[in-house]
């Protein structure tokens, strides 16, 4: 009786103070509720049932409803989109068929945050050692065009074409890496700046990749590459006639989460990476070559990033075209709000990369059903993470008790550090 | 700017300037490699009977009572004569390693870079339909891209000056263009387009403040989020509003107000006395900016809480209230870029501003927090923005694509080239907290 008493008051104080956990709860919450509010604003239906009240005296519950049942379908689009359909399952359950379908959401949204999670964790090892890779995607879409180009031009056995394919993708991300890395550590360039510039420098060469002869479609005029070869496509788990797109590149994440864990928690160079990012100063007095740990935690962060992009690419579309990663809902961007979001730990971050995928496939859904853009997903992200990276004004809103864990941390330190 | 924290600067400081000498050398090399390449490609790869025409005349001649005749020069020489020009800068530079201004030197062989590749583009016989650049229009055409920069940059210096990393000028420029283009389309007034985009540009720091200030988040991650929430959000009321009612984003240019007689004048004329409002609002703030923050007693306020806040605590400045003051200042120029570049580029497209934003903040870090060297620095990526988009009409055989790099690549390069030459403010970045 005490003990169950006690667990509760345990479990109360646990929700009601500020750990990570209940911060993330309630930023998308408040995420959710301002994706609410931008529907409100922007759906003609909803602003004239409103305008109506004052206009042909109709009635304020009418105006409610209306209001209720535009947002109500948009987030219920989302939610049956990306994780399941009740009355699907319900009716796979009982009559034991059309499961492909029952399973269709959440095959997409495993698909979909398959590369996230590997990106994300590149960004994440990147923001333990200090660093703010916001180079991620332009170093997915290098490690995508790679990829690409061995997937699609050479030809071999499965065994040996799909290792190399993601070998290639990860060697497309070191390069586009390495080279803020280098800069970084020989001139002392921000990577903030190099990483965005270096960005467009890869937009750039994968529209002349795509539009040239040895990686263009041939006999297209358009901005798309050959398709991979089938050796090197992530095949989909349960067959290409399940319609499940959900591929074995997700034991390649589960690797990398793995990798990312052990390499984080348990390996020396590891530990030095964390040590740099706690306080570089105490990591150059205790002799850790600072220099070696920033080219090496952006040739890992790219690397990370490249491989990324190819699974992306060799799971879903089998090619790359000139909107590949392109704009604010590439995975290389979202990977900087995932690794926030999962306060860059790998658990952390297989979390944040699900729910975040839910939101893109869910957003894909809901434009689909309602016609409101895709792009709110990408808001509601963006105010989750805004939310997450102040946890004192959550804090605040709701009144919680600070937990002794919850301390605001820094990643970057402006030009001087 | 080096990997040095204040509390290690002593003891590594004579390590830093070796390491900056080894680095000049570097960049002098770089200098003369471009120059060697300009030399042996632009200028001995073309046969010595090519030449190359250069006119002056702005495009509506009307505003040009003196025609000034075209000149005919011999490709080959006169771009040996820059090639030579561009080394003798080079060996200058390894061999002096001089203290300052390396990378002005360095910014000069880039424009001489360009100026060399249009004289060897427009040749004849060459495969170019163009065989005279007009020099006038290269400038105009720079100069609205440099105006827009120019207008990031002293956002920057604003904020910074001041403590506060203003990475979230290119999502200034996203807001203002998008009301910009709003309000120009429905009042047909470039006034209200203007203010709106400082309101919305004004809204967007006091955000960043308030994040930054107030909940003392990391200033970087918190622009950049801020930056990708509102291109999704003018991207999302791009589809939601724009398309279904065009006549929200009509895309009219902003009229140039040519001010009598001296825009007549061959060259500065068009290109200085001939813009649109927001040019000359620029020159007007470009002003009022280097003499608030130098020549005022506010200014001294602001540098010092950007420098000491803590001293500027000691001696009565509320250092939270001058942040916000110019964040939220900063902010509303930022907005007002982002109108000034919808009224030069017509219609607003999500994304259009590909990156600007963060240019200009590398400006500002070139012209070292000043806003008469943010105008040089912006003058140079302007002009290699303009130049790398509107070469193609000369038939370079070099992809678009390979040429849309360049500003980019450049900008990677002054950045990289900088580091140890100038300092940030010292608490640029950092959290201030009373105790």
């Known amino acids: 009786m005490s003990d169950s008493t006690n667990r509760l008051s345990s479990l109360r104080r646990r929700f009601s103070s500020t750990s990570p956990i209940t911060i993330a709860f309630i ?7 301002l994706g609410a509010l931008i529907i409100i604003f922007t759906t003609p239906v909803i602003l004239n049932s409103w305008r109506d009240i004052f206009h042909s005296w109709s009635s304020p519950w009418r105006a409610v409803k209306i209001t209720a049942d535009n947002v109500g379908a948009a987030y219920r689009s989302m939610f049956t989109g990306s994780i399941i359909d009740p009355p699907g399952l319900w009716h796979s359950l009982t009559t034991g068929k059309g499961w492909d379908a029952t399973l269709t959401p959440i095959s997409e949204t495993l698909t979909y945050a398959t590369p996230l999670i590997i990106a994300s964790m590149g960004v994440g090892i990147a923001f333990q050692t200090g660093i703010f890779n916001i180079g991620a995607n332009g170093q997915a879409v290098l490690g995508g065009i790679a990829g690409a180009t061995v997937g699609s031009m050479l030809h071999m056995p499965t065994i040996i074409h799909i290792p190399l394919t993601l070998l290639a993708g990860l060697a497309g991300g070191v390069i586009a890496g390495a080279i803020p890395g280098l800069l970084k550590a020989y001139t002392g360039a921000h990577e903030v700046i190099v990483t965005i510039m ?71 160079l590891g530990f030095d990476f964390r040590v740099t990012g706690a306080n570089p100063t105490a990591a150059r007095a205790s002799g850790i070559n600072s220099r070696a740990i920033m080219v090496l935690v952006f040739l890992i ?9 190819i699974v992306q690419a060799a799971s879903t579309t089998h090619f790359i075209d000139g ?18 979001l999962g306060r860059n730990r790998p658990m952390g971050i297989v979390w944040a990369s699900l729910l975040f995928a839910a939101l893109g496939v869910g957003g894909r859904s809901m434009q689909a059903s309602t016609g409101i853009p895709l792009d709110l997903a990408t808001i509601i992200q963006s105010a989750v993470v805004l939310f997450v990276a102040t946890p ?21 330190k402006g030009w001087n550090s | 700017m080096e990997l040095v924290s204040i509390a290690s600067a002593t003891p590594t400081s004579i390590e830093v300037s070796v390491a900056a000498n080894g680095r000049t050398r570097a960049i002098g090399a770089i200098m003369i490699g471009i120059g060697l390449f300009t030399g042996l490609v632009f200028a001995l790869g073309v046969s010595s009977a090519a030449h190359s025409g250069l006119t002056f005349n702005p495009v509506n001649l009307s505003n040009a009572p003196w025609h000034l005749g075209n000149l005919t020069v011999v490709t080959r020489w006169v771009n040996l004569v820059i090639a030579v020009l561009m080394i003798a800068l080079g060996v200058e530079v390894v061999l002096r390693s001089p203290r300052r201004a390396v990378m002005v030197r360095f910014g000069v062989v880039a424009v001489l870079f360009l100026l060399a590749l249009l004289f060897w583009v427009v040749r004849t016989p060459g495969p170019s339909p163009v065989s005279v ?25 604003m904020c910074e000056r001041s403590g506060v990393v203003n990475i979230a000028i290119e999502g200034q420029f996203i807001g203002g263009a998008f ?4 309000l120009a389309s429905t009042t047909h007034s470039f006034i209200f387009a203007a203010l709106g985009g400082a309101v919305i540009g004004g809204l967007l720091g006091l955000l960043l403040a308030f994040l930054s200030l107030r909940y003392l988040s990391d200033q970087i991650i918190v622009g950049v989020v801020l930056v990708t929430m509102i291109g999704s959000f003018s991207s999302y009321l791009n589809l939601q509003v724009f398309t279904p009612f065009p006549q929200f984003n009509t895309g009219t240019l902003a009229p140039n107000l040519a001010i009598p007689l001296i825009s007549k004048i061959p060259i500065i004329g068009p290109v200085f006395f001939d813009q649109s409002g927001f040019f000359y609002f620029m020159l007007i703030l470009v002003g009022a900016v280097s003499f608030a923050l130098f020549k005022t007693r506010y200014g001294l306020h602001v540098r010092a809480v950007g420098e000491h806040p803590r001293a500027a605590a000691t001696v009565g400045i509320n250092v939270i209230r001058v942040r916000y003051i110019n964040v939220v200042l900063g902010g509303a120029i930022a907005g007002v870029g982002g109108v000034a570049f919808m009224a030069s580029q017509g219609q607003f497209q999500p994304g259009y501003t590909s990156g600007l934003g963060y240019i200009a903040l590398a400006a500002m870090i070139f012209g070292r927090w000043r806003p008469s060297g943010a105008v040089v620095a912006s003058v140079l990526f302007g002009l290699s923005v303009y130049l790398s988009q509107n070469l193609q009409t000369y038939n370079v055989p070099v992809s678009t694509y390979i040429l849309n790099m360049f500003p980019y690549v450049i900008t990677i390069a002054v950045v990289s080239g900088l580091i140890g030459r100038v300092r940030a403010p010292a608490a640029d970045g950092i959290p201030y907290h009373r105790e």
């Open chain 1, 27 to 33: 930023a998308l919450i408040l995420g959710l509720v």
């Open chain 1, 198 to 268: 270096l960005n467009y420098v890869v937009y750039a060469f994968l529209l002349f990749a795509v539009l040239s002869t040895p990686l263009q479609q041939p006999g297209q005029q358009n901005d798309i590459s050959r398709m991979m070869d089938p050796s090197s496509q992530l095949a989909p788990i349960f067959g290409v006639a399940s319609g499940l797109r959900v591929s074995y590149g997700i034991f390649v994440a589960a690797a990398v989460v793995v990798f990312a864990w052990w390499f984080l928690d348990r390996s020396s």
């Open chain 1, 301 to 309: 962060s790219g690397g990370l990033a490249g491989l990324a992009g």
């Open chain 1, 323 to 340: 909107g590949f990663l392109i704009g604010n809902a590439g995975i290389g961007f979202t990977a900087i709000t995932v690794a926030l």
């Open chain 1, 392 to 412: 004192v004004l959550v804090k605040e809103i709701f009144r919680l008790r600070t937990s002794p864990t919850a301390t605001v941390q820094l990643a970057t």
């Open chain 2, 133 to 157: 650049i007009n020099l006038t229009a290269v400038l105009i055409g720079s100069s609205e891209v440099a105006m827009v920069l120019i207008f990031g940059s002293l956002s920057g210096v």
């Open chain 2, 179 to 182: 009301v910009g283009t709003m």
